[in-house]
């Protein structure tokens, strides 16, 4: 019997509790014949009218010291104190598994060096992507291929605002109350909209992708709370949406371009179709081509079945540490902000003559505000699309076109 702890019962931590609980007979089955039991739920609140309350501690060190518990699940939320407690089960010799993006993306190198010091395993499907099976595929599946490129949907607060811009005419802030009236926007939705959260999730697959560290602070990051009700029907004038996108490419000297940013996504894409709360994640290989990624990427029971299957692969590894893992890079891997180039969609109150002047060649959007002119630029860097949109009257907004 594999007796396991959930750390934190919220959302995710009840779903995981449900799933073990519900499911024993198949995850027993999946875990190679051995039943797994959760033996404690930590959590700070009382739950006297839980029919399992016996299970509940206050005290970390009940888990801790207790040397039946094998695998906990860290559905906290948040750097502390998850990360003391993650480190100090490792070096305890229990395995770990999280849904938890901000703690991967921070402390994910050392916690990882550490679950391979200590023979036990820290996994994280559920940090991005909620229920999309994302982690493993690219750690085991796609492991034959260089990945040229990853460029996805990772938030659903967004897209879900965006998606009611797009199909229900809603202005910005209509959307924002509208998601946080159905809970799928926290009171403080700054994490999302502000593009910090879908930023932690890219950092997370690019090291993983890369096999080296690649700090979240150093990937430039723009939320859509600029994006108003115009930019989106002139996107739909060029048969588009605008996604908030978390995008990295891998360049042939090994430096890694990475941005979060809302780009404008030419409805021929497969990303420009997903809707509502929903996530999707390209992949490109240099084998594979492009592979998609498409689901829930939050939500009680699809995040909690991700935490549940890192805590079936920890049973069945219970004796060997998985070789998933990332390393500090030597020397900066960060490309510069002009290695890769965008064509981009700018809105402004100049004239087409003065434009063609300044950018050359580009390509004019039918008029939907009076006064104003639409276009879109050849691919350039960004510091020549700055240069140039300076040099125009009243840069409404200017939006990068993903390619």
Known sequence: MAKAAIMGYGTVGSGVYEIIKNNAEKLKKNANGEPIETKYILDIRDF??????????????????????????????????????????????????????????????????????????????????????????????????????????????????????????????AALKDAQAKGFAERNPAADIEGHDACRKIAILTSLASGLTVDY??????????????????????????????????????????????????????????????????????????????????????????????????????????????VEPKENIMANSDSKKFAYFIRTTDNAENIRGIFGKCEFVDNIVSGESAFVTEPMSQSDAEEKSGKLKDVVSMIKVLD
């Open 48 to 173: 006297p009218d839980h029919k399992e309350k016996h299970l509940f501690t206050k005290d970390f060190n009940d888990i801790l010291n207790d040397s039946e518990v094998s695998v906990v699940a860290e559905v906290m939320g948040g750097l502390h104190p998850a990360y003391e407690f993650t480190k100090s089960l490792l070096e305890s010799g229990k395995s770990v598994v999280t849904s938890n993006k901000e703690l991967v993306a921070t402390y994910g190198t050392e916690l990882l060096a550490l679950a391979r010091e200590k023979n036990v395993n820290y996994f994280f499907e559920a940090s991005v992507g909620g229920g999309i099976p994302i982690i493993r595929p690219m750690h085991q599946c796609l492991t034959a291929n260089n990945i040229i490129r990853i460029a996805g949907i990772l938030n659903g607060t967004t897209n879900y605002i965006l998606n009611q811009m797009i199909k229900s005419g809603q202005t910005f802030d």
């Open 217 to 326: 602070n150093d990937i430039e990051t723009k939320g859509i709370t600029d994006i108003t009700l115009d930019d989106v029907n002139y996107a739909a004038q060029m048969d588009a949406v605008i996604k908030l996108i978390g995008f990295a490419e891998f360049q042939e000297d090994g430096k890694i371009y990475s941005i979060v940013s809302p780009m404008v996504v030419k409805n021929d894409s497969p990303l420009s179709g997903v809707d509502g709360v929903m996530n999707a994640i390209m992949v490109t290989g240099d084998c594979v081509g492009n592979v998609m990624f498409y689901g829930a990427g939050a939500g009680k029971l699809p995040t909690a079945s991700a935490v549940v299957a890192d805590v079936v692969d920890a049973v069945k590894h219970i004796e060997r540490s998985k070789k998933i893992m990332w």
